[in-house]
């Protein structure tokens, strides 16, 4: 795996560390939260460029970002229904994210499928509270996991960057988006 796929897994990482800081400072633990395990999964595939263990943390970094994106997922669509005013446990929601990501890792396609759900019921929810951009950020990713990622139109170096870069522009979208939008009293 070359160096350069380094540049855009640090990128997400990045992006995702700000918008962490930025969500919570604004009172969206869950958001925060679930930005943090995006995060995470790109720094694991920037230490495990830069440190040439691509093999030995593959299944690693695999597991971090479909299980932590599934788990992320879920913690940001509870955040937007947070703010629109539903009461929901911290408990309950790091409970029904957990449960998602187990269901994830034992039948890998449903997991495909309730990311793709889950995302269609994102920009659905921002759609109805006015939050413009974070619908716009999740359209990209939408578009993104159902056309860019490992597309065999594209080439294995585009398409790992143009995936990386359109995440990292669905967090900027969804940290933007967040931070400003109204919540509930």
């Not at 990045?14 to 918008?19: N, S, T, V």
């Not at 919570?24 to 230490?47: K, N, V």
């Not at 994106?69 to 409970?95: E, M, N, S, Y």
């Not at 619908?135 to 398409?159: C, E, H, K, P, W």
Request: charged residues 10%; positive net charge.
């Amino acid at each position: 795996m070359p160096l350069h796929y380094a540049l855009t897994d640090a990128l997400v990482a990045l992006i995702a560390g700000w918008g962490v800081v930025k969500l919570w400072r604004t009172g969206r633990p869950l958001a925060a939260l679930g930005l943090a395990l995006f995060g995470l999964a790109g720094a694991i595939g920037t230490i495990r460029i830069i440190s040439g263990l691509i093999e030995p943390l593959a299944m690693l970094h695999k597991s971090v970002s479909q299980l932590g994106g599934i788990a992320g997922l879920t913690l940001l669509l509870a955040q937007i229904l947070r703010d629109k005013g539903l009461r929901l446990g911290t408990g309950v929601v790091l409970g029904v994210a957990i449960a998602l990501a187990a269901l994830a890792a034992t039948l890998p396609t449903l997991g495909a499928a309730l990311f793709v759900l889950m995302l269609i019921g994102a920009i659905t929810l921002c759609l109805q509270s006015r939050n413009h951009l974070s619908a716009a950020g999740f359209i990209v990713m939408l578009l993104n996991v159902t056309l860019v990622r490992q597309s065999d139109y594209l080439g294995a170096d585009l398409s790992w960057h143009l995936y990386h870069l359109f995440v990292a522009t669905w967090l900027l979208c969804v940290t933007y988006g967040f931070a400003k939008a109204p919540r509930a009293v």
